[in-house]
């Protein structure tokens, strides 16, 4: 099992959400995220679940972080609220890790066989979107992210976010995984290191 997580930040603060939007509006960093959990097992909070159109995500299988033991998904079959990060130790599957900044946080702070070892950090150069609620940020995992990872990609350039491929100090990662990856992030992406 290859557990990678994947944020959008922006640059200098961290922030990746304010309330309940992401605060730019960028088809291509969507897309990269869209491509990158295609297929795949997803883990996202309850509030970033209830962010997706639809509290979906074509071709995925989502599990959701709530306390809400009766919280209803929108779909059964492929969809199920977990309580904590202990049902996802005995998966075999990758596990794609979707935010918002409490998992992100759970997941690069929290248990060591589930942390993940691949890091698909974009940064956000643009200037943010007037939104209402309270900014969100990733300051903590940024840290983490500084002193127990590695960047093992060049930047990929495309639309005012800048993406690299951090993988965790010591760590052995699939390189099916990481092609898959790279594939994504370089399509019309310009290329510096
Ligand atoms: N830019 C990006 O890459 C990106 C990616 C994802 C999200 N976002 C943004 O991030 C913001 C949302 O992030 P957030 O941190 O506020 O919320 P969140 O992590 O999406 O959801 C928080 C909720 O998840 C549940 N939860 C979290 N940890 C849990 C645990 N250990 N055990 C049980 N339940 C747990 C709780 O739900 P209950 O309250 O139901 O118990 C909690 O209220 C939004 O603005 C969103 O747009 C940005």
């Known amino acids: 099992m290859t557990v990678v997580a994947m944020w959008c930040r922006h640059e200098g603060d961290d922030i990746i959400g304010i309330g309940k939007h992401i605060p730019w509006n960028v088809p291509s960093d969507a897309k990269h995220f869209l491509d990158v959990v295609d297929g795949q097992t997803v883990v996202c909070g309850r509030l970033t679940y209830e962010s997706f159109p639809n509290r979906t995500i074509d071709g995925c299988r989502i599990f959701v972080l709530t306390s809400d033991e009766t919280y209803e998904v929108s779909d059964n079959a492929h969809h199920c609220i977990i309580s904590s990060q202990r ?3 005995d998966l075999e599957e990758d596990i794609y890790v979707a935010g918002g900044a409490t998992v992100y946080h759970l997941f690069m702070s929290g248990k060591e066989k589930l942390k993940p070892q691949v890091v698909v950090d974009c940064v956000y150069t643009g200037e943010l979107l007037k ?3 309270e900014p969100v940020s ?8 500084q002193k127990n990872y590695r960047r093992v990609s060049p930047f990929y350039i495309l639309d005012n976010v800048e993406s690299a491929i951090w993988i965790r100090k010591g760590e052995f ?3 099916s995984v990481l092609k898959r990856l790279i594939s994504i ?3 019309n992406a310009e290329i510096r290191w």
């Open 87 to 89: 049902p996802l130790a």
């Open 131 to 133: 939104c209402d609620g």
């Open 138 to 145: 990733v300051t903590d995992c940024v840290a983490v992210l």
């Open 173 to 175: 990662v699939e390189q």
């Open 185 to 187: 992030l370089e399509q």
